[in-house]
């Protein structure tokens, strides 16, 4: 699988960010020049796109227009809009809302290759946890397009079942980008950050409401035209490391025997895999703390000793030591530098 083919967008996911984008004052031909987006590829948001591409358009899109919340905006825009493609099209038409969901994180690769839908029951009695994981490197930028993706997500919910249906709770891993009284006034429940993961949280009542617009025929030929056009295939061994890496690293348990198991291999055969990418298991974790050293030193106020926690580090001397290794400077260099880099761009 190509790098382009693996990080394409094969929905419609920026469908009405042009009206928008310029009723806030925006201008949408200097915006796709500076993140090098042709006009002919964006074609009001439903051309030939690669998620990173439109990860970097709304956070450059909300820093040029001083609107924090542009990706929830977005999202209300969008609602009910079919911004899923193929997919929304078997979602709406199941059973139970918990059957769309599952259908969301069986075909996620309809979506795009680089994401990944998975849930969890594990969290709490009751309720599961519906998570969003984006399989690319260097996305500190994500911020606007995940939480665009949830809201769109919970309201997605509501709309199927007839409001019976919502997120409980939503954690983000980003820190707060916008007022917390607009996190809550869009979602309606409680809204965590620096949380391990990116996800909504449903009662296990939500998952059994029916879809309003369930229809078993109209169901089974969109997902045969899913099955067809979006075949499964099997990810990148590094993208799928990366991903319960980024899970993994602040709850202490990112070793290669963990993450083997939660793949259902044997550490030796992870080991084999990733030898034959041309990568080695620490090189991958390696380079997720990078990413997310970045990202906490530019982007949040956590203190080192928090930034250490949230990477798995047992001290925060071997953080340090590792910043120098990394990147040549201490966490003070590099956060200046960082900061120093973002003034000038912005």
């Known amino acids: 699988m190509s790098e382009a083919d693996f990080e394409r967008l094969y929905t419609p996911l920026l469908r009405h960010f042009t009206a928008l984008f310029g009723e806030l004052g ?9 993140v090098e987006i042709a006009p002919r590829d964006f074609s009001e948001g439903s051309g030939r796109l690669t998620y ?4 970097r358009l709304l956070d450059t899109a909300a820093r ?8 929830m905006r977005l999202a209300l825009r969008q609602r009910g809009g079919a911004v899923f493609g193929p997919l929304g099209n078997v979602m ?12 969301a994180c069986e075909h996620s690769g309809a979506h795009s290759r680089a994401v990944r839908v998975w849930l969890s029951t594990h969290a709490e009695p009751s309720a599961t946890f519906a998570g969003h994981e984006l399989l690319l490197g260097d996305t500190a930028n994500r911020a606007q397009a995940i939480e665009q993706v949830l809201l769109i997500g919970h309201l997605e919910a509501m709309e199927m079942t007839g409001g019976l249906s919502r997120a409980r709770r939503v954690c983000f891993r980003h820190e707060p980008v916008s007022t917390r009284s607009a996190y809550r006034r869009n979602f309606g429940c409680d809204v965590l950050f620096g949380e391990p993961a990116d996800g909504l949280v449903f009662f296990d009542e939500d998952l059994t409401r029916p879809i309003l617009s369930q229809d078993e025929y109209v169901y089974r030929d969109m997902l045969r035209y899913l099955e067809e056009h979006f075949p499964k295939r099997q990810l990148p061994v590094d993208a799928e490391v990366r991903g319960l890496v980024l899970r993994s690293l602040a709850l202490g348990d990112s070793s290669t ?48 000793r928090g930034i250490s926690e949230k990477l798995g580090f047992a001290e925060q001397s071997i953080f340090s030591r590792s910043c120098r290794r990394w990147f040549g400077k201490s966490p003070t260099g590099l956060k200046d530098e960082l900061c120093r880099r973002e003034r000038l761009s912005g």
């Open 64 to 71: 040029r227009l001083d609107c924090p919340d542009l990706g």
């Open 257 to 304: 025997d963990s993450v083997a198991h939660a793949l259902n291999l044997h550490a030796r055969t992870l080991r084999r895999r990733l030898r034959e990418e041309g990568l080695g298991f620490q090189q991958v974790k390696d380079s997720v703390r990078r990413e997310l050293t970045c990202y906490y030193l530019e982007r949040t106020d956590l203190d080192f």
């Open 26 to 34: 925006g201008d949408l031909p200097a915006l796709l020049e500076e």
């Open 52 to 55: 990173r591409q439109a990860i």
């Open 92 to 103: 709406r038409t199941s059973r139970t809302f918990g059957d769309a969901v599952r259908s």
